[in-house]
């Protein structure tokens, strides 16, 4: 290594190489981000503004909201301006930053997730004491508690990657910097960061998806007992929806993330990341607050008050 020039850069070779494809997908991430943002933003707004939403659930989908602002926010603007780049490179402090905020946005993804879970569980199999079970000082724990599990979690891998060095090849076949590429272009070992990411991607990656499972496993339980044919299908058509995005993140980031190194396709590790980092924070407000009623509601409410201001 001594005769070896350290690494100061990394170069992410994106999705396509093709200009014309670059420009094309350019669009495309834009738009989807744009989405994003505006999406997340309404519903983080039409909450503060309207004192009906003012419960735990919309208290949990406000965070997520916020959340999934941030998590899009970590990757989507570099990568467009890679497309739009001829030199697509990043600095290895830049990379790493990079890195650690998507530990962190994505934690607390799978965090709030698995509270909001808990808190339909509470409201539907538990109603009658759903407000002391979810009070408020219960709601700021598990969201403060998402925060700093998420803040752990990202710190972790963030202290042992600086302790690699990167001397050789400096191309990544990715559009953002995660770990597992960044573990291949290492110059020195990498077993402790292979045992710590695995270890804690397991650990809470495991424990929150039980939550979110045995949450809706009582709620689907609850569901069927359910007399209206009616009810059952409107209530089951909420949970599928929910269930389908919750099983695509988890599914994809396990793969991602516990899957062993001789185990690679660089196609099938890029669709995976951008279901979970690019997908996931755009349909989460349609999933879970625009297909709400009362969130529709309170939009038509917002948006009257606007037109009735112009």
């Not at 744009?34 to 965070?63: K, R």
């Not at 960044?182 to 402790?192: F, G, I, K, R």
């Amino acid at each position: 290594m001594g005769n070896q020039t350290e690494v100061t850069e990394f170069l992410l070779l994106g999705l396509s190489n093709d200009p014309q494809m670059q420009s094309f997908l350019f669009l495309v991430f834009l738009v989807v981000y744009l989405i994003t943002l505006l999406a997340n933003m309404m519903i983080m707004l039409v909450i503060m503004a309207d004192h009906h939403l003012h419960t735990p659930m919309y208290f949990f989908l406000s965070h997520l909201s916020f959340v999934d602002i941030c998590y899009s926010s970590a990757i989507v603007p570099k990568m467009l301006v890679h497309f739009l780049s001829e030199h697509k490179t990043i600095s290895v402090n830049s990379c790493i930053a990079q890195m650690f905020f998507f530990f962190l946005l994505a934690a607390t993804e799978i965090c709030i997730l698995s509270a909001m879970a808990y808190d339909r569980y509470a409201a539907i199999c538990d109603p009658l004491r759903y407000m002391d079970t979810m009070s408020s000082g219960i709601c700021v724990q598990l969201v403060s508690g998402a925060w700093a599990t998420s803040f752990l979690h990202a710190l972790l891998n963030t202290v042992f990657t600086f302790k690699l060095h990167f001397c050789g090849p400096n191309q990544i076949s990715h559009f953002s910097c995660e770990l597992p590429p960044l573990l291949q272009l290492s110059c020195t070992e990498t077993l402790t960061n292979q045992v710590v990411l695995l270890t804690s991607a397991v650990i809470l990656g495991s424990s929150t998806f039980l939550l979110t499972l045995i949450s809706y496993i009582h709620i689907i339980c609850t569901i069927l007992r359910i007399r209206s044919a009616e009810g059952r299908h409107k209530a089951f058509s909420t949970c599928s929806s929910h269930l389908i995005v919750v099983g695509l993140l988890y599914l994809t980031a396990f793969f991602q993330y516990t899957k062993p190194s001789s185990v690679s396709s660089v196609v099938l590790d890029k669709m995976f990341s951008i279901q979970y980092s690019i997908l996931t924070p755009m349909l989460n407000p349609i999933i879970y607050s625009l297909k709400n009623k009362e969130v529709k509601i309170a939009v038509g409410k917002m948006l009257q008050k606007f037109k009735f201001l112009n």
